[in-house]
């Protein structure tokens, strides 16, 4: 079996729920289910015996030693983090614990349950660290994509204990033999993304008639991957990618901010002609930026293509349609996750985004 870290979470559930479509080899998922957790995710597995829910901590030296040493994992993929940029400008302390120390710990316990293995089963073990490629910095519009070997400058709070955490999993390999791979993605959309990102947030404040803010003038660029793809690609290189190796993982969708916007609103004028406020663009608000707001992310993903022939399925036109009508599909799931914590923290942050 595999343990997975953070399957609770967007990116970690998507992977959970399309690992037990594609194998039958079961799922030991440990989350601490903080705000960003929710059980909700992983409803289509109830009942499947293939998926084992543990709540707790990856930085909880006993827990992961004791959860290692009965489950026998023969890969450990490490989703589990705090993601959220702008909650790493409010409130940095969480971050370094988790993504810093929480991914110490979890290496320690990784190490010591690794050097306890035959030879067979450690040359055959895989730690997989999943990362952003957030950490090299920030491009310049004329500047090329991030490769492997571009120099971490991560600039946010959120990146920077991201970064910390790669340099940690890579000297675990340098120094102890442990079988990393570390993979840099950009960002993720599609189903059961929490509506504090900038995707499902404009989705979920265009259905409910609230404006859309939109950090500065728009004009930052991101690199869209339609989240199935993000975990076909990590399933491509804990098969097939060599030990001590980075890939860089992105979907060559260079959009502005002010584009992905303005597509939303054109495809839910589309798919939501009833809406009490069209066009949907009428909503678009520009708002004060992000403190340190990135200009520009992209990705060179090269190396994964050439050497293990992974590339994404979707578009960004077919992905984002598939996730805007996902959000209309499941309107439930969107009422549940915005009435709990989520609302203190819309309020605050946008408090110090005036319009
Ligand atoms: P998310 O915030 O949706 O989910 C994170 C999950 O980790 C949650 O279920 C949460 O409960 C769990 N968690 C947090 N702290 C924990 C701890 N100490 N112990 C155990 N579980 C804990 O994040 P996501 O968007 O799914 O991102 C998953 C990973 O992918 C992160 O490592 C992130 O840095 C990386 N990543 C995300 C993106 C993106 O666009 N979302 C892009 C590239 C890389
Ligand atoms: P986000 O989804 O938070 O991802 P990241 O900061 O990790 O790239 O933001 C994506 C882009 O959208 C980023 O440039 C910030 C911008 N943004 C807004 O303009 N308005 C918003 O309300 C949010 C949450 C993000």
Known sequence: MILVTGGAGFIGANFVIDWLAAHDEAVVNLDKLTYAGNLENLRSLQ?????????GDIGDRARVDA????????AVINFAAESHVDRSIHGPAEFVQTNVVGTFNLLESVRAH??????????????LHVSTDEVYGSLDPA????????????????????????HLVRAYHHTYGLPVLTTNCS???????????LIPL???????????????DGSNVRDWLYVSDHCSAIRRVLGAGRVGEVYNIGGCNEKTNLEVVKTLC???????????VMPH????????????????????????ERELGWTPSETFESGIRKTVAWYLENQDWVKHVTSGEYRHWVSRNYAEHPA
């Open 266 to 276: 054109a495809i839910l004028d589309e798919l939501h002609p009833d809406s009490p």
């Open 281 to 304: 663009a009428s909503l678009i608000t520009f708002v004060k930026d992000r403190a340190g707001h990135d200009r520009r992310y992209a990705i060179d993903a090269g190396k994964i």
């Open 47 to 55: 009942g499947d015996a293939r998926h084992v829910f543990e709540q």
């Open 114 to 127: 690794w050097s306890t293995l035959a030879a067979e089963e450690q040359a055959a073990f895989r730690f």
């Open 67 to 74: 959860l290692l040493q009965r489950h026998r994992p023969r």
């Open 187 to 197: 960002n993720n959309y599609g189903p059961l993304q929490f509506p504090e990102k």
């Open 202 to 216: 404009v989705i979920h404040n265009a259905l409910a008639g609230k404006p859309l803010p939109i950090y500065g």
């Open 143 to 166: 500047d090329p994509a991030f490769s492997e070997t571009t120099a971490y400058a991560p600039n946010s709070p959120y990146s920077a204990s991201k970064a910390a955490s790669d």
